[in-house]
């Protein structure tokens, strides 16, 4: 899994199977999080998001869990397609100005 | 919706040369920033613009300057380029939570 400011971990799953990508946030008072896809030679795109009242939410194919005891989030890719490959960051909100990213995950799908 | 556009797409500088980075977003977000992009960095925040006329620095201002006289328009100056300037930077405007990234300068300083 990735926290925020450390190197890119990386992860590698076989094409069908379910993929999660873990993220550690630093701020116990962030009260907002996201979780983006980048692909190579792209700009960042909104995959989910979450906010800090819920546990888990759901998307197409995604699910976001939010653990605020140890300030842990996850991001679950179910059926995980070659066209997955990418990097996943996690952001948290600071305040309301302030979106903190973590380095990010590379996630590789094997056909 | 053309969403958020930036250019150059790349860019070459020698040290001490100036250029501003165009950032253009038509989706009428008051809210835009823009992040540099370093390996195993993740973004970082450099300033960002709560609405026009008004900006504030982010988490790595310094070398960097911004201005936002209209809604749709946030540009990013380069007054003196140095090497550890060279990054990929990306410029992003917000609704609701939702930041919408354009598709990135990168950026070489020798």
Known sequence: GESVGLHLPTLSVQEGDNSIINCAYSNSASDYFIWYKQESGKGPQFIIDIRSNMDKRQGQRVTVLLNKTVKHLSLQI????????????????????????????????KP | ??????????????????????????????????????????????????????????EVPNGYNVSRSTTEDFPLRLLSAAPSQTSVYFCASRSHGTQYFGPGTRLLVL
């Not at chain 1, 059926?79 to 979106?99: H, I, K, L, R, W």
């Not at chain 2, 930036?6 to 977000?29: I, R």
């Not at chain 2, 823009?34 to 026009?52: E, F, K, T």
Request: aromatic share 8%.
């Open chain 2, 1 to 58: 919706n053309a969403g958020v556009t930036q250019t150059p797409k790349f860019q070459v500088l020698k040290t001490g040369q100036s250029m501003t980075l165009q950032c253009a977003q038509d989706m009428n977000h008051e809210y835009m920033s823009w992040y540099r992009q370093d390996p195993g960095m993740g973004l970082r925040l450099i300033h960002y613009s709560v609405g026009a006329g008004i900006t504030d620095q982010g």
């Open chain 1, 78 to 109: 179910a059926a995980t397609q070659p066209g997955d490959s990418a990097v996943y960051f996690c952001a948290e909100n600071m305040n309301n100005n302030d979106m903190r990213f973590g380095a990010g995950t590379r996630l590789t799908v």
